[in-house]
């Protein structure tokens, strides 16, 4: 695995999502950011996969 | 003309459609075998690809449950979106590596991929039992939320009982003719039904009852603020908190990506390519799932006091309210649209398991597995039938206990493709334990439980008993295979994402 991600390191984003859905969670656990904390993430999640395809593109 | 007579005739016409479009699918597939049947042919592109697993993931719990629990507890459903988009991420990576490797030993199935993996035709049998125990009741759920719908568009005029067999016949029907190359098809009819009348819907109810959408939003804010933050309106004594919703999170995220269903979306692609390409856009679509828990809420408003079963109803009571009867069945054919489709491709999984995995290991049955997954998908649409005549149960508890149990598989199957020295034995073990675990955890009222999903306290031991017993046990003799023939690999590789790799052929 650490093969893996040192010839690929790009592909620490798809871990991103869930920094954004988990890690942070207690400290945007309020109103009303919860809600508008969870759109922008989900909204986010598309781009950090991208940046990992950008990554194996090029 | 009365508006029942209306709606059902918008659901009538638009079901008709939903045949023809799944014959015209299969038109220039006639005479293909179970490849063709099950898993496309492997030659679906970026679109059929983006609309069928898009449609997988958005089901008639999108339309009932989820806006039943925005209703009664608010922000916790929003695990759906929060799960579905870690998952999606996670399916960059593994989607390409299950594809490679079932395309290259020519499987179309988790169980075969499972007894390929340990060489044991019985492993995979009992991988299509399991798995087909876990997609049962959610068969049923679907057929339940179709029923619901066809009910509710109908004015009340069809009753429950003849709805759940429509919904029955109709994808029994539809699958059986039309396999996965159909549901691809269909899902093009319903995904843009359901981003046409979410996307109307969201900005119409706010509309129509609040004003707009920050005066909704606002009151919402002032009002009904519990509703917005975790654990939402049930309170700490509902279970979900920070600790469920993250723990949820994780474990569905990780479960999506084997889920039976995923897999064959994963497996009908064209290339690796494909399915990365896709990894990027579907997280997109759950923007959509915003909307069925904010209608949800917006329903406290206007249809305050549902209670039980009645909360699933909370987006429907809006659209029959709001809406001409032609609104209301164009809005019943999205959501059923989004019953059949998921439905479909539930029921051709168990069928192509059962009839690859279990039903081939009968000499006689071995040449005939298109057939017998064929007969497959009828018992089993008629089991799940029954099951919804006598054992309902309400939306959301269901998939999850469906989830839960299929996350038990994640050890033996994915880290086997990874790990070499993972032993049948140890696999095993897990499963075992896992699968223990959650029974005993969910059938005892124990879920979540310290405020943790205990399908992930499950996964947890599941996970340290097949590595422990492959590491300390006996390892795997008599399986001489190389590396390359055993694990996934390949998707790990530099070549994998390499020029030469991305277009591929089916």
Redesign the interface.
Known sequence: MNRVIRRRPHLLWLLFPYVLFVVVLPLVNRVPLLVVWLFGATVLTPCAVALARRGDRR | MSPAVVAVSVFGVSMVLTVVLGLLAVRREAGGGLDAWSVGGRSLGPVFIWVLMAGEGYTSFSYLGAAGWGYNYG?PV?YV??YM??G???G??VGPMLWGYARKHGLVSLSDIAAHRYRRPWLGAAVAVLATVFLLPYVQLQITGMGVVVSTISYGTIGLDLAYFLAFAVTTAFVVVSGLRGSAWVSVLKDSLVILTLGFLVVYVPLHYFGGFGEF?GR??DEK?EW???PGHGGETSGYG?GW??ST??LN?LTVVIFPTTVAGYLGARDADTL??N???L??Y??LL?VPMLLGTAALFVVPGLVGAESNLALFELVTDSLPAWGVGLVGVAAALSSIVPMAVFMLVIGTMWGRSVLSLAPRLRHREKGAAQLVVVVAGTLALAMTYTAPNTLVRLSLISYEGMAQLLPLVLLGLVWRRMTLRGGVCGLGVGVAVVCVLVFSGHDPLWGVNAGLLALVANLAVAVSVSLLGPPETGDDRRDEDVLALEE?T?AA?GPAASPGRG
């Open positions: 922000a929003l979106v929060a988009s870690c999606y991420a996670v960059y990576v939003f919402l804010v603020s917005l933050s975790l920070v919703f993250a999170t994780v995220s990365r390409r990894a990027v856009w997280p997109a759950n923007v915003f790990f530099d994402v």
